[in-house]
């Protein structure tokens, strides 16, 4: 019986050993932005990179550049290296398919942030991009009191930004006394700030103070446009959608108007939430998400009224 009671402390204490090692096995996280430059891109990265290397995970941090190829490449080493998640930030899954796929049969967890939901990954985090370019479309159309002349700065390339490009236009549909001057669609290049104040600039000379307001894809444009016309003199309406600090800090000074103000950092939050319960813990991705696909956060207007502390 002694005997019996030695050979289970044993295999207890080698259960035990083996359970520790399992626990303490090292999460390797691959994390992907198509651009750092952007700052919402850099807002997420950093809150990303920040946690994960609080829980000890081993995180890769890559940036796109604004390449769709490079990005293609980057999951493809992800997918070499056997990483244990990949979370991929203002990606484009669509144009990446076949890295994709690659890195989903081999069982590798993807999560997306502001990327669009694609088949196969196990949710997308993201807020209403809808819903927050009608937040800044109707701001501005209230603010102009439904009259005047815009200029447009749209961007393409992201799913989330033409969404917003494409409610704006439903909007236009219904304030007939709105005239769009000039519409410029953002190149995804290191030097999209440079080239578009270059369009701003040439709008600006070409109309003057006939602009009423700028509606902008995210705040950054934003930036541009309003320093471009505080340099003419000409005072517009300004809207973007992100809510940097720099955005605050430019509506305190009356530099902007208003953003739509999406929580990034909550966004990341909630990535690694979804990392550490499957990667981490072991479970399924239906325990994980509940069943969801996508994930929204709210992201409320912002003006010179309801600055935060």
Not at 81 to 106: G, W
Not at 194 to 222: H, K, N, P, S
Request: charged share 20%.
């Amino acid at each position: 019986m002694k005997k019996y009671g030695v050979v289970v402390a044993v295999a207890c204490l080698a259960a035990l050993l083996v359970t520790g090692v399992a626990a303490a096995k090292q999460i390797t996280v691959g994390f992907i932005a198509t651009n750092f430059s952007a700052e919402a891109q850099a807002r997420v990265a950093n809150a990303f990179e920040k946690m994960a290397k609080e829980k000890n995970w081993d995180v890769k941090m890559l940036n796109s550049t604004g390449s769709i190829e490079t990005q293609s490449n980057q999951l493809e080493n992800l997918y070499q290296m056997k990483v244990d998640a990949v979370v991929m930030a203002m990606a484009h899954p669509l144009e990446i398919r076949p890295a994709l796929d690659k890195v989903l049969s081999a069982n590798i967890p993807v999560i997306t942030i502001d990327s669009g939901y694609v088949e196969g990954v196990v949710a997308d985090i993201t807020a209403d991009n809808f819903a927050m370019g009608a937040k800044a479309s109707t701001f501005l159309m209230d603010s102009i009191g439904g009259q005047g002349n815009i200029v447009v700065i749209k961007f393409e390339k992201h799913y989330g930004t033409r969404r917003r490009g494409k409610v704006l236009d439903v909007v236009l549909s219904e304030y007939p006394g709105v005239k769009v001057l000039a519409e410029y669609s953002v190149v995804a290049t290191k030097r999209f700030m440079d080239d578009t104040r270059a369009a701003m600039e040439t709008y600006v000379t070409r109309f003057g103070d006939q602009i009423d307001g700028v509606w902008c894809a995210f705040d950054q444009l934003a930036y541009v446009a309003g320093d471009v016309l505080q340099e003419r003199g000409i005072k517009a309406v300004v809207v973007g959608t992100d809510g940097n600090q720099e955005t605050m800090r430019r509506i305190g000074a009356g530099q902007m108007s208003a953003t739509v103000a999406q929580p990034f950092e909550a966004m990341a939050e909630k990535a690694v939430e979804l990392v550490q319960a499957i990667a981490a813990e072991g479970k399924s991705i239906e325990e994980a998400t509940g069943g969801r696909k996508i994930f929204y956060m709210d992201a409320p207007l912002v003006d010179k009224t309801s600055l935060p502390e």
